[in-house]
């Protein structure tokens, strides 16, 4: 297996360039500079649509504390939900909170791109399964989105390693690069169903699904519906185990993808080719060959 490489020179200029005194107005307009410049005009729409609508629930949640099915929440369903919501408004504006990280920060080299994902996949969760009330509705629609979410990380972890090779200035084969994302994903998955056991203990809330009864419907795609095997106090677990399953079948999915096509390492776009050609980037976008002005 190739080792990683380091261009020296480059690795002793960041290296000189994160010490250096930081210039707060050359560093707020670069990062206004990014965030619209970066990205085109249609996704600035897809993003906003998304955030309007997650406005909107939140302001009418509150008003209004009942799901389209017509069911009216609990005062603990109504500040869980709320709570969930303004966490997924904030997931469709990271990139550009990134854009004000320092230089040194990896997340402020991932692509724009990366946002859509994170826009599609709250919306999918919080505003569809939550407002909508899609949860209810469809049974499967929560595994429908853990599997999209395991598989779509994958692309996210090996955008994020990709990032650190722009700028770090490092190559590495893309067989890592998609290890890391895998690994990302699955750990993803088991902290979010970690995040999901402690909301519920410490808030009182419904995110594992325990308070739910046989009626509900949320198991009716299992064949497996007898009593025994539908007790209360199985609920969380399989509500917890199905999460898990789809997460990893959509995290395997997403590496198999990467492994027959590994964009960023391949073709035009080969961020190995690149470095080794003596680019430099000054961002995730923007580069320039070394020495040139």
């Known amino acids: 297996m190739n080792q990683l490489k380091t261009t020296e020179l480059h690795g002793l200029a960041l290296q000189k360039s994160r010490w250096a005194k930081p210039n707060v107005k050359a560093h707020f307009a670069g990062a206004f500079q990014r965030i619209f410049h970066d990205a085109k005009p249609w996704r ?3 993003w ?3 955030r309007a609508l997650f406005i909107y629930a939140i302001i009418h949640t509150w008003i209004d504390p009942r799901n389209k099915s017509g069911n009216e929440l609990s005062q603990s369903d109504k500040i869980t939900t709320e709570l969930q919501l303004v966490a997924h408004l904030l997931c469709c504006c990271l990139w550009e909170l990134f854009q004000f ?4 920060r990896t997340f402020r ?3 724009h791109y990366v946002q859509d994902f994170a826009a599609i996949i709250s919306f999918c969760t919080a505003y569809g399964g939550k407002t909508l009330d899609l949860y209810g509705r469809w049974p499967w629609w929560d595994s429908v989105v853990h599997f999209a979410a395991g598989m779509l990380i994958v692309g996210g972890g090996y955008e994020y390693f990709v990032a650190r090779q722009k700028k770090d200035h490092f190559t590495a084969p893309a067989s890592i690069a998609i290890v890391y994302g ?3 994903s699955f750990m993803s998955g088991v902290f979010w169903e970690l995040y999901e056991f402690l ?3 410490l808030t009182g809330g419904n995110t594992q699904a325990w308070q739910y009864s046989d009626t509900y419907g949320l198991f009716g795609v299992l064949k497996n519906n007898d009593a ?3 007790r209360h ?5 399989l509500d917890t185990m199905t999460d898990i399953f789809a997460n990893t079948t959509g995290a395997m999915l997403g590496y198999f993808a990467l492994k027959t096509y590994p964009y960023l390492h391949k073709g035009k776009r080969d961020i190995n080719a690149k470095l080794e050609s003596g680019v430099v980037f000054e961002s995730s976008t923007v580069e320039k060959k070394a020495g040139s002005v």
């Open 44 to 46: 600035y729409v897809l």
């Open 228 to 230: 025994d095997f539908l």
């Open 199 to 201: 909301f519920d203990q």
């Open 109 to 111: 080299w991932l692509p």
């Open 48 to 50: 906003w649509v998304v």
């Open 233 to 237: 106090e199985r609920y969380g677990l």
């Open 101 to 104: 990280l320092p230089r040194r």
């Open 182 to 184: 895998l690994g990302i």
